[in-house]
């Protein structure tokens, strides 16, 4: 995970403090190192603003400092660069569903989470993922196949299901998703259920019929909590999916996928940074257990470590 952009930040420390080895370094250098490591970025797929960011945080850090040959530059230049990361990934809201379920539960039965993104995202895995952290605190709960449009989805989310020990209720192909939603709150409601999430079929973002059909599962639904799952090898696209889910239906927490399969680690780190939303969770595999929850101290491990 992250292992070229790992390489482009040590290797800017390395060059920066071996220089100052032989003299004290103005801020022209300075600028011109930081010039070489924002194409760098770019070469690992940061996006043009967020490598820009990275750089002027970088740079702030650096200039008006004197660092001269005989201090312990290297330690001096790592320190700044984490921090740098640090700082920006600190910018970025955090969100514990656990929290936030037990605090929903507190008042009111079930908790309902709609999950919501673009096909292939892998919105029905995270599903499962959750679906598996929740039974394991002690949850019980419903999944809703409210996907009755992409051929398989019914069977894969119950398979998941069965394989989870959750329960499972689902529809025919072809019919209204919001009352599949609908029927497994009821369904949860009877029987005393803590939490139901709702998986909706995959859509593009600028497709207006099936935003519109996504609008009506959230009018019936009425969800607790409304959760955009996003590939993050997508890096601005992923950004731009969420800005069409946002002025569509509203999005108030995001699950980054894939972080793992993003060798290069400039998609992956673009997305956390530029997504404006509380991250719940990082994917970083296929398996029920590969679900993290964010935390700016874990990335930077991943970077740093
Ligand atoms: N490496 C990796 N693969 C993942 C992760 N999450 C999901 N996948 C894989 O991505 C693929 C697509 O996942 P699905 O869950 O079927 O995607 P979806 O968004 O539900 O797809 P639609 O139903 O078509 O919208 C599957 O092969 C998953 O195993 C992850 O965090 N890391």
Redesign the pocket.
Known sequence: MFSKIKKVLQDFAQQISEAILYRTLSEKEIDEYCNNLFIQLIESDVAYDVAEKIVNEIKQQLMGKKIRRGDDAKNYIDTAVEKSLEEMLKGVGTFKLMNFVKSVLAKEKPVKIMFM?????????????IAHILKTNGFKVVVAAA?TF?AG?QE?LKKHAERIGVTFIGGRYGSDPAAIAFDAIVYAQKNNFDVVLI?T???MHVDIDLMNELRKVARVVKPHLKLL?L??LTGNDALEQLKGFEEAVGVDVVV??????DANGGAALTTIIGVGKPIAY?????GYN??IEYDPAIVLKMLFR
């Open positions: 993104g673009v096909n292939g995202v892998g919105k029905t895995t995270t599903i499962a993922k996907d992409r989805a894969q998986d079929a995959g859509r799952v590939d993050a980054l996928t894939k972080v793992d399969a990082l994917g970083v595999g296929q590969d679900l």
